[in-house]
């Protein structure tokens, strides 16, 4: 599978948050992030796992061929620059796109985490000799573990 290369424009917070998540995926590469300031948290991230630093858009630009361009700043004058200045051939994504994305893969790795715990909760219950029940705020009963149903007779459902 053919990776796709992208750049980063903007490594403070929200950069380097995007450059920890891209890092995580096999089909990216990333080829370059930059920033005015370089004491941005995402360009100590980014010159730690060898990735290509610089202080402008327009350097990474010149420096890199890019698939995706990802704008993290929110400076409008940039994305009209960027719009202006990338092929056909570059997607960019600007910072409210990118808040979105990142806010869906944030929810999907707590609910991962969450699904995690559960089954661990699941087995301490189902392996526990005392009898446990669950009910609703109705009193209706919702879960039974092993140990319920041998001490009550009562099936599990």
């Known amino acids: 599978m053919k990776?796709?290369?992208?750049?980063?424009?903007?490594a403070g917070r929200g950069g380097s948050a995007l450059l920890e998540t891209l890092l995580e995926m096999d089909n990216i590469k990333i080829e370059g992030i930059?920033?005015?300031d370089s004491s941005a948290p995402g360009i100590d991230m980014a010159k730690n796992v060898g990735i290509k630093c610089f202080k402008t858009a327009r350097e990474l630009l010149a420096s890199c061929t890019?698939?995706?361009?990802?704008?993290v700043?929110?400076?409008k004058n940039l994305v009209k620059e960027l719009r202006s200045r990338l092929s056909d051939k570059?997607?960019?994504v600007d910072a409210p796109a990118v808040n979105i994305m990142l806010s869906?893969?944030?929810d999907r790795k707590e609910l991962l985490e969450i699904k995690e715990v559960k089954e661990q909760l699941s087995i301490i219950l189902n392996t526990a000799q005392e009898g446990i029940q669950m009910v609703d705020k109705n009193g209706i009963i919702k879960y039974v573990n092993q140990g319920y149903t041998r001490i009550t007779g009562i099936p599990r459902f």
């Not at 890019?66 to 704008?71: K, M, N």
């Open 104 to 106: 869906i893969i944030r």
């Open 34 to 36: 930059a920033d005015i």
């Open 90 to 92: 570059t997607t960019l």
């Open 73 to 75: 700043t929110g400076n």
């Open 66 to 71: 890019l698939d995706v361009v990802f704008e």
């Open 3 to 10: 990776k796709l290369k992208v750049g980063i424009i903007g």
